[in-house]
């Protein structure tokens, strides 16, 4: 029997999408100092005192006060009013209440929890639902099309390999692929996401493009460290507005895009001991040997010491400093100078992931606006396959071209 394909779920217009980019651009190019700061350089950098007013404590206390919960629930669920917020924050006035506009420090902690809710792609409405994509590309052949995974495939990965499947078969039947191709990526690592979209882009052949990018920290960037970089295609960012406003993001805050909101909302504890111990280290590596700079990583150090005392020796080793010329007294005492000022990291750290999500949305919502600039594109979203916490770069950019284009 024929199939008949249903009508394609509503998909935001190239100028709706643009809009949204550029109001997440103008929150996060006040955010970004947060984003940008390494808690290596935490204490050597004055990072709380330069970037944050209020006291570590207060921090804490408004990030917590509803709940970890409320951290990742949609604005409109959470009692914040959808209507309401993209009123308050499309007035870039408010932005001037977050953070001061002198001295460029985050002043109101509140306010900034429900900017940076407001701008995340749960909250801001730049979604597709998978269930009206999957019903739309079944048409009349309702019904799912399941897959066995193998029994080496973790829980993780077999989520993942599930989801995927199905909806991958669904669009290349929709698109009627027999021996003509889709393009399909799961977890494409940095500049991979990027190049995806522009192959399916550039080959007539390629009829629909299915990809969940990975690994933001790995992209190239146009606009940071040209001199370092002379190749002409970068994997952010993609479309004409950012590429005309210069916009950079910076390794730190790509790294930063990466940290999993949903599984620290679900009680997954934030690594602070172990930065709280690189951060001091690196105080002790810079007033006692005076390196400021190095070409050597520490690396995963914190997991193999036994205490304090036997990280700092064994990462000294490592970055071939002289450990002998620091007694064990020393070492405890810039422990103890520091270890009442472990909440301040804490704080911070709690405040880039719940940036972490801005900069996720922001890259890709360059990656749709960039499909949403082509000619030959028929519909293109952003849809949610993946439980977050059991996978947090849980998003796809999936596109399908037009027919005449086939």
Request: charged share 25%.
């Amino acid at each position: 029997m024929s199939r008949r394909p249903g009508r394609l779920p509503p998909q935001l217009s190239p100028a709706a999408a643009a809009a949204r980019l550029r109001r997440a651009a103008g929150f996060l190019a006040r955010a970004l100092p947060l984003c940008r700061a390494h808690t290596v350089e935490f204490y050597t950098g004055g990072l709380w005192d330069r970037l944050v007013a209020p006291p570590p404590a207060a921090v804490l206390r408004e990030l917590r006060a509803a709940g970890p919960l409320a951290l990742r629930r949609p604005l409109a669920e959470g009692g914040g009013g959808g209507g309401a917020a993209a009123a308050l924050w499309d007035d870039d006035d408010m932005f001037s209440n977050v953070f001061c506009e002198n001295s460029k420090k985050l002043i109101n902690v509140h306010l900034f929890a429900l900017a940076a809710k407001y701008y995340s792609l749960s909250s801001l409405g730049v979604c597709t639902p998978l269930e009206d994509v999957l019903e739309a590309l079944r048409g009349d052949n309702q019904g799912t099309t399941g897959i066995k995974t193998d029994e080496f495939m973790n829980n993780k990965k077999s989520h993942e390999v599930q989801v995927m499947s199905e909806l991958v078969d669904n669009i290349a039947n929709y698109c009627g692929i027999k021996q003509d191709c889709m393009m399909v990526g799961l977890h494409t690592c940095g500049d991979l996401a990027a190049n995806t979209l522009r192959i399916f882009t550039a080959k007539p052949e390629i009829k629909a493009v299915c990809s969940v990018g990975c690994c933001y920290h790995l992209l190239s960037e146009q606009f940071e460290n040209q001199e370092e970089c002379p190749e002409e295609v970068w994997g952010f960012p993609m479309c004409q507005y950012l590429k005309d406003e210069g916009w950079c993001c910076g390794r730190n805050a790509r790294m930063s895009a990466c940290l999993a909101l949903e599984r620290v909302a679900v009680g997954q504890m934030l690594p602070t001991e172990s930065l709280f111990y690189r951060a001091v280290l690196q105080v002790i590596i810079e007033e006692i040997y005076g390196v400021t700079k190095s070409d050597r990583h520490v690396g995963k150090i914190f997991s193999k010491s036994s205490s304090f005392i036997d990280y700092v020796r064994k990462s000294l080793k490592k970055l071939e400093l002289d450990d002998s010329k620091l007694p064990d007294s020393c070492i405890m005492d810039y422990y103890e100078k520091y270890k009442h000022r472990m909440n301040e990291l804490e704080a911070f750290n709690m405040l880039k992931v719940v940036l972490a999500p801005c900069i996720e949305l922001l890259i890709l919502l360059d990656r749709l606006c960039y499909l949403k600039e082509q000619d030959n594109i028929a519909w293109s979203g952003l849809v949610k396959l993946f439980d977050p916490v059991k996978s947090p770069r849980c998003y796809a950019v999936i596109a399908l071209k037009k027919q005449s284009c086939f």
